[in-house]
Each structure stands twice: as C-alpha cells, then as structure tokens.
C-alpha cells in the first residue's frame, strides 16, 4: 500500500499543508475554505529535503502525528517504525531525529496493545493535550502519551471498527486526517480518491459538514501535485 499523510503548517493568511505520498511530497498553500491553493513548491522526493526521514530509511510515510506543546515537532510513522522529528517549516535540510528510529510495537504499548503494527492516520484529540487517535486498516484507538515517555502511553478506547466509533466519517478507512486552519473542530478526512469534512462538537459528538466527494475538483493544487 503506497503510504499518504499529512501535515498542516499554521500560518498567517495561508497555511502550508506539507502531502506526502509514496516517495515523495508537496507544499500546498491554502485557506481555511480550501477554495484558494496554490502549489507551493513542485512535487519531490522527499528524501531530497527532509535529511531526517532519509536518515531514519524511511520510504514512505504512513501517518504524521504533531507533538503538543511544540512549534514543529512530529511523529512520523513508516511501516512497522517511527521516528521523532523536529523541523523549520519552509527550510530543508534543518530537520532532524530525536530518540532515533523504533519499532512501534515496542515503544508505543498503547499500539502494540491495539495489535496496531503498522498505522494509516493519526489525529491529536480535540481539546486535549496529550491524546491522540490512530487509525488501522478499519479500525481505530484512542491513547494517551507524554513526549519521549513510555511509561505515560495508555490504551484508552479501542481498538473499535471506524464505522463504529466515527459515523460521520463516510469511509470503512482513511489515509489522512487533518483539521481545518484556525479551527479546533473542524476535520478533512481523506480516503482514495475521495475526501469528506466533518466537525467533532463537545464530548466527541461528530456530524458529517461535507462528502464524500472526489479530490480533484475541490483540491486542485493536490491535482496538479499529482498527490491525490
């Protein structure tokens, strides 16, 4: 399966949003409506800007978690490893590990818990400082994390089907998850060729905003990019 991700940058007027598909990555300028892009940057490998993640072997990125608490660090996961990595939007070259490249399973026991060997997405709980949601295949988990801490990872919920604990989401399962610029509640969820907006109100409760619907038209920078 060719790994996607995604990693929204904040910004002022326009957000940068960082897809990695495959071997390679695009820079996306847009707004908090989607409905102006722009291309950034050309698509390329991103082992061409990203030292860490060619350091760390990675082929492909599977999900990309941010870290809270933290300007521009990140989890990033590949197949059955991840890695943490801090990094200056918009300068390549600048990045780098930090706790080196593991295996999920022996250092996130939430994960292994979960019998999550490998991820698809993952999504910081809204409101929350230190819980994340991590999709598989079809099925999802809730945890609990301290940067840099194994003894403060916990499985909290989970692991349950997507169609279960997600009803607004219009996908058996997803390859990205991201939040909308400057909201907390708002949420694209991508899945093939299709993506889907949905919001997450107080105590989880979620309602399907837009979708499913194709990428190309609404995305078109992503289009162009080649990426979806």
């Not at 291309?39 to 990203?50: E, G, I, R, S």
């Not at 999504?123 to 809730?142: D, H, I, M, T």
């Not at 403060?152 to 997600?166: A, N, Q, Y």
Request: hydrophobic residues 35%; aromatic residues 14%; proline residues 7%.
């Amino acid at each position: 399966m060719v790994g996607r991700a995604a990693l929204d940058i904040p910004g002022r007027g326009y957000n940068q949003l960082y897809f990695f598909k495959g071997s390679k990555y695009a820079k996306i300028n847009w707004n908090s409506r989607h409905d102006e892009q722009s291309l950034a940057a050309v698509p390329t490998q991103f082992a061409n800007d990203w030292h860490s993640l060619k350091e760390a072997g990675f082929t492909q990125i599977d999900a990309i978690l941010p870290i809270p608490g933290t300007d521009h660090r990140a989890y990033f996961f590949s197949g059955s490893q991840y890695a943490r990595i801090g990094f200056v939007p918009g300068t390549a070259g600048e990045d780098q590990i930090y706790g080196g490249v593991r295996p999920i399973a022996e250092n996130w026991k939430s994960l292994a818990k979960a019998g999550f060997g490998h991820l698809d997405a993952a999504l910081l709980v809204p409101n929350s400082q230190n819980q994340a949601y991590f999709f598989s295949g079809e099925k999802y988990c809730r945890v609990s994390f301290q940067e840099g801490s194994q003894e403060d990872d916990e499985l909290l919920d989970g692991p349950k089907s997507i169609s279960e604990g997600w009803p607004a989401i219009p996908f058996h399962s997803i390859d990205a998850i991201f939040p909308e610029p400057r909201t907390h509640i708002n949420f694209y969820v991508f899945s093939g060729t299709k993506y889907a907006k949905i919001v997450i109100g107080e105590g989880g409760k979620q309602e399907l905003i837009t979708g499913p619907t194709d990428v190309a038209p609404d995305w078109p920078a992503l289009h162009e990019a080649g990426i979806c």
